[in-house]
């Protein structure tokens, strides 16, 4: 049976085992507080080791079949089916997520190892013709290797593997670094499922560490090619700059601070449901959530009632009961965080339409009003139950508040006139923007990714594949070259 429990080791040459440091993580329930296991964590000699033992499989994997290799992920999605029920627990206890969240972050998770599972069968090259008499160019498409993966804590499960699965389906090693804040669901159940599917021993690696403990070295190590990072903009900021110094490509999915623009034409109810799911869908501590609510002034007061009354009927509580929408965020200190900014809002003028409650690491929905684009929560990612609104009169208007951050994730634009809401999108300088629908979207053939501070990179589908490979090019010459001296 799966559990917090007997999962909470490392996973290093394909044997369960402790970290090599004395010092221990503690695993606790956001919720209640419980602990619910804890596990010694891994040292530089433990991540060397993981490095070290993906590097040798991966010279064996690179030259398995790849109807074989696409074979084991879809057995990685079987065996997820199975124990569908027992993964939802994990999710749930671990990170204080709704059965809502679980259900939402498995269904991803399953459709992102399936289109993995078709990359063993697109390790496709090209012949092209050369300048040369009596010659061939080959571009071969081949694996850059090793991967080092550091996932988040929000969503642990499903951003972890949309890099490990299509690292493995593309035919590298991966060493994965989960968030000390989900060891199992962003690690060790990972390599559980994936081990269970038959994948080569050593292959994948699970370190369980803290930055205290390891400092760079998961970043430094020779061995990995890519650094794929999810996680806040500070830190991804130091990764990349670690990455690049040690000439290793990072991959960078980053903050957000998503616009949802509301404009005088939009369905009102319709547009309340998708900016209510766009903000509170597990707690807000989601890169692409909704942080600021742009409205035309003409529907305003309408909006406000309306998105009020059903912000107000979302039920915070115990992540377990079934009709749970708000669980707790990851900790004190976010919990902390938003409470300095709702304060830090009402100190430079906002207004606060609702007013919800901090209970521990509960924290009841939010809305600030009277929000200026220079305000601090209208430029700083807030990841949590917190959203602010504001006014616009003209559509420039809007794009500019929409383009007045440093980040460049996501968005949304609520419209009756479809094209004119793809108009404005273009002038938006974000990665992702949706119209008529959520600023929370990611599917598994289209490309995903940040600008300006939001990120580096794009994966998923196609993208993910080109991330994950290299062209080698590999000439013929079938006759003799003439040369000049």
């Not at 259900?103 to 190892?113: D, H, P, W, Y």
């Not at 389906?169 to 968030?179: E, M, Q, R």
């Not at 529907?299 to 115990?318: N, P, R, T």
Request: hydrophobic share 40%.
């Amino acid at each position: 049976m799966l559990t917090i429990q007997t999962l909470s080791k490392q996973y290093i040459n394909g044997s369960w085992r402790d970290g090599g440091s004395r010092n221990k993580l503690v695993n606790v329930d956001p919720y209640s507080g419980e602990e619910l296991a804890s596990m010694k964590i891994g040292t530089i000699e433990d991540v060397d080791q993981a490095y070290n033992a993906s590097f040798r499989s991966q010279k064996e994997w690179a030259h398995v079949n790849a109807y074989k290799k696409r074979t084991i992920l879809e057995n990685a999605v079987a065996y997820i089916e199975q124990h569908e029920e027992e993964i939802t627990e994990i999710i749930i206890q671990e990170l204080g997520a709704t059965r809502l969240k679980a259900a939402f972050e498995i269904g991803l998770v399953k459709n992102m190892i399936k289109e993995a599972a078709t990359f063993p069968l697109r390790m496709e090259g090209k012949i092209l013709p050369s300048t040369e008499d009596h010659k061939e160019n080959r571009l071969y498409r081949v694996p850059v290797g090793v991967v080092g993966v550091i996932s988040p804590f929000n969503f642990p499960f499903f951003l972890s593997m949309k890099s490990v699965a299509p690292a493995l389906g593309a035919g590298n090693g991966v060493v994965l670094k989960p968030h000390e804040e989900t060891p199992v669901t962003g690690g060790t159940l990972i390599a559980k499922i994936f081990e269970e599917a038959g994948l080569p021993s050593g292959l994948l690696n699970v370190v369980v560490t803290d930055i205290k403990e390891i400092g760079d070295a998961f970043i430094e190590h020779p061995i990995p090619r890519i650094i794929s990072f999810t996680g806040s903009t500070q830190i991804g900021r130091h990764i990349g700059q670690v990455a690049m110094k040690n000439f290793k490509k990072p991959l960078l999915e980053l903050g957000g601070n998503s616009a949802f623009i509301i404009m005088a034409d939009a369905d009102i109810n319709y547009a309340v449901n998708a900016a209510t799911f766009s903000r509170f869908t597990h707690q807000g501590q989601i890169c692409m959530s909704a942080n600021r609510i742009v409205v035309h002034k003409d529907v305003y007061e309408e909006f406000i009632k309306k998105y009020k009354e059903k912000v107000s009927s979302l039920k915070v509580g115990d992540p377990k009961e079934a009709d749970t929408i708000i669980g707790p965020v990851v900790n004190k200190r976010q919990a902390s965080t938003l409470k300095s900014y709702i304060d830090k809002s009402i100190e430079e003028g906002a207004s606060i339409i609702l007013d919800g409650s901090i209970t521990g690491n509960l924290v009841a929905p939010t809305i600030i009003g009277d929000v200026t684009p220079d305000m601090t929560v209208a430029q700083e990612e807030l990841f949590g139950p917190v959203v602010c609104v504001m006014q616009f009169e003209t559509e420039q208007e809007a794009v500019n508040i929409a383009n007045d951050t440093r980040f460049g994730l996501s968005g949304a634009i609520h419209t009756s006139n479809l094209e004119k809401g793809v108009e404005m999108a273009k002038k938006i300088h974000t990665g992702m923007i949706h119209i008529n629908d959520v600023t929370i979207n990611d599917e598994p053939i289209v490309a995903f990714g940040g600008e300006n501070q939001s990120g580096i990179g794009r994966l998923n589908g196609q993208w993910s594949l080109d991330e994950f490979t290299t062209m080698k090019w590999i000439s013929l010459n079938f006759g003799q070259r003439t040369f000049p001296y």
